[in-house]
């Protein structure tokens, strides 16, 4: 299974972008798909998530400011970005909980991480 996040780049402060991470593999179902995001000299943190009944969470910085959404079908997950802040600046991670086919059994796994997207916003 990968996970393939892009969509992240320079953008000033008040702008949008909108990230995309897509899973492939030989995946059967994804319970759960995440951002998260890391500044530079501060740990990971938990942006926002949502689960394959379509609940989502998200953290206090960017509660109102950020969506996220998923597409099941294409096992895709998005996060709309508005307003953006200097302070939203990091490498913004997707994450995902799935199960996937192995040896012809599935298998519940967790912690699957994709390779990154920088998000930088200027003042």
């Known amino acids: 299974v990968q996970l393939q996040a892009s969509g992240g780049g320079l953008v000033q402060a008040g702008g949008s972008l909108t990230l995309s991470c897509e899973a492939s593999?030989?995946?059967?179902?994804?319970?759960?798909m995440a951002w998260y995001r890391q500044a530079p000299g501060k740990q990971r943190e938990l942006v926002a998530r949502i689960n394959n009944k379509g609940s989502t969470n998200y953290a206090d910085s960017v509660n109102r400011r950020f969506t996220i959404s998923r597409d099941n079908a294409q096992n895709t997950v998005y996060l709309q970005m508005n307003n953006l802040k200097p302070d939203d600046t990091a490498v913004y991670y997707c994450?995902?909980?799935?199960?996937?086919?192995?040896?012809?059994?599935?298998?519940?796994?967790?912690?699957?991480w994709g390779q990154g997207t920088l998000v930088t916003v200027s003042s």
């Open positions: 593999g030989s995946i059967i179902t994804i319970t759960q």
């Open positions: 994450n995902a909980d799935l199960v996937e086919l192995k040896a012809g059994k599935p298998v519940w796994e967790f912690d699957y």
